[in-house]
């Protein structure tokens, strides 16, 4: 598969119908998967296996995920989002 080709995939498996998870993950898609080493984007791809109760959870800082896979590219996404709001 052609990387265009998995980050349009990803991008619809990004877009997950809560506002609050949409404007977190399709930017990191957009802007952020591209660069990142092929671990990470293992881990992306793991995360968008979650369930949305939870990916909301982690990413209001409520509860930490297990899984430190997990614990590390909820922590990627949440950096890109606070610095891309930076503006």
Avoid: C
Wanted: glycine letters at 2%.
């Amino acid at each position: 598969m052609s990387e265009n080709t998995e980050v349009k995939k990803l991008w619809w498996h990004s877009r997950r119908g809560m506002l609050e998870l949409d404007v977190l993950l399709v930017p990191f898609v957009e802007q952020a998967y591209s660069g990142l080493d092929e671990a990470d984007k293992q881990r992306y791809q793991q995360l968008l296996e979650e369930e949305d109760t939870d990916l909301f959870a982690w990413f209001l800082e409520r509860v930490v995920p297990d899984n430190a896979d997990l614990q590390r590219i909820v922590n990627l996404v949440l950096e890109h989002a606070r610095s891309t709001k930076r503006t």
